[in-house]
Nanobody, 125 residues
Framework: VQLQASGGGLVQAGGSLRLSCAAS????????TGWFRQVPRKEREFAAA????????YYTDSVKGRFAISRDNALNTVYLQMNSLEPDDTDVYYC???????????????????WGQGTLVTVSS
């Protein structure tokens, strides 16, 4: 599976962006998918995740109520709608896919098998 993240850019505080993660491979629809974010010299931080069916979603506390993750398996794409953006949301955002379907932590990047390149989100104050 190859993942391609896009949709990043420069936005003012309070604005919105929608990130997309497009995947190759017919089996992507059977993978859970997450979004992580990272700045240089810091650990990769979990933002949101969605189960393979889209029936379950997970968010870190700092983005709850502002971000929404969704997926369109017919298009092999996962989205991250980001609203009410804050300067602290400035990061490189990565999408990742996991093949496992157990209860292992969605927030742990080591539980993901495939990673896309990042897309930069910059929020100005």
């Amino acid at each position: 599976v190859q993942l391609q993240a896009s949709g990043g850019g420069l936005v003012q505080a309070g604005g919105s962006l929608r990130l997309s993660c497009a995947a190759s491979g017919r089996t992507f629809s059977s993978y859970g998918t997450g979004w992580f974010r990272q700045v240089p010299r810091k650990e990769r931080e979990f933002a949101a995740a969605i189960s393979w069916s889209g029936g379950s979603t997970y968010y870190t506390d700092s983005v709850k109520g502002r971000f929404a993750i969704s997926r369109d398996n017919a298009l092999n794409t996962v989205y991250l709608q980001m609203n009410s953006l804050e300067p602290d949301d400035t990061d490189v955002y990565y999408c990742a896919a996991r093949t496992r379907r157990d209860s292992s932590a969605w927030s742990d990047p080591t539980n993901y098998d495939y990673w896309g390149q990042g897309t930069l989100v910059t929020v100005s104050s």
